[in-house]
C-alpha cells in the first residue's frame, strides 16, 4: 500500500478518533437492511438533535478504537455500521436512534443499536436503549429547579399559615377582651 493511501487512511482514523473525543456520547448502530432514502431521513433527525450520523470502514473504526483503548467495540464491527455523535448531551443521539426503531407500522429492525460510549465508558446495545430513556439536559435542569423550588414554596405556605392563626388567635383574645369589657391598650406602632 502506498504511502499517500496509508497516509489518507490515516486521516480518517484520526477523524473518528476526534469525534469521539468531542461527543457526549457515540452509539455504534448497524443499519444493513436500510436504503438509501431511509439513511437520508435519519441523518435529518439526528442533524435536528444536533447529533451526527456517519458511516465509516469496519477497519477505520477498529483502528480508532483500538488507538483510543475502546477494543471492546471491536467485536460488534460486522455487517454495515455507523456511528452516532452526541454533541450536545449524552442522550439525544441514541434517544433518537431508539425512536427511529419504533416508528411506522413494523418495528424497523433496520437500525440495530450494538453498543456505544458515554463519558468514556463503554456500553451495551441495552445500555444505550436505557441512556436513550433518560430526560435530555433541559429537562433534568428543570426537574431540579422544581426539586428545589418545591420546599422553599411549602416552608412560604407554612409560614403564611402560621401568621394568619397567629392573626386569627389574637383576633379572637381581642374579641374575648371586648366581651368581658375589657379596653386593650393601644401600642404605639413605630415608624
Not at 429492525?109 to 456505544?116: C, D, P, Q, R, S
Not at 463519558?119 to 441495552?126: L, P, T
Amino acid at each position: 500500500m502506498s504511502e499517500k493511501a496509508i497516509a489518507a487512511k490515516q486521516v480518517v482514523v484520526d477523524e473518528i478518533k476526534e469525534k469521539i473525543e468531542n461527543s457526549k456520547s457515540v452509539t455504534l448502530v448497524g443499519f444493513d437492511r436500510m436504503d438509501v432514502q431511509e439513511i437520508t431521513e435519519l441523518r435529518t433527525k439526528f442533524r435536528e438533535g444536533n447529533s451526527e450520523y456517519k458511516v465509516y470502514k469496519n477497519t477505520m473504526m477498529r483502528f480508532a478504537f483500538e488507538e483510543l483503548g475502546y477494543s471492546d467495540l471491536i467485536d460488534e464491527l460486522k455487517g454495515s455500521n455507523a456511528l452516532i455523535f452526541s454533541n450536545e448531551d449524552s442522550v439525544t443521539g441514541p434517544k433518537v436512534a431508539v425512536d427511529y426503531t419504533k416508528e411506522g407500522d413494523e418495528e424497523k429492525e433496520k437500525l440495530l443499536i450494538k453498543a456505544g460510549l458515554v463519558e468514556g465508558m463503554v456500553q451495551s446495545g441495552d445500555q444505550m436503549v436505557a441512556i436513550a430513556s433518560l430526560p435530555n439536559k433541559e429537562t433534568l435542569y428543570s426537574m431540579l429547579a422544581n426539586v428545589l423550588q418545591s420546599p422553599i414554596q411549602s416552608l412560604a405556605g407554612d409560614l403564611n399559615n402560621t401568621v394568619a392563626k397567629i392573626a386569627l388567635a389574637l383576633d379572637a383574645v381581642r374579641a374575648k377582651r371586648e366581651e368581658n369589657g375589657e379596653v386593650a391598650e393601644e401600642t404605639p406602632v413605630a415608624e
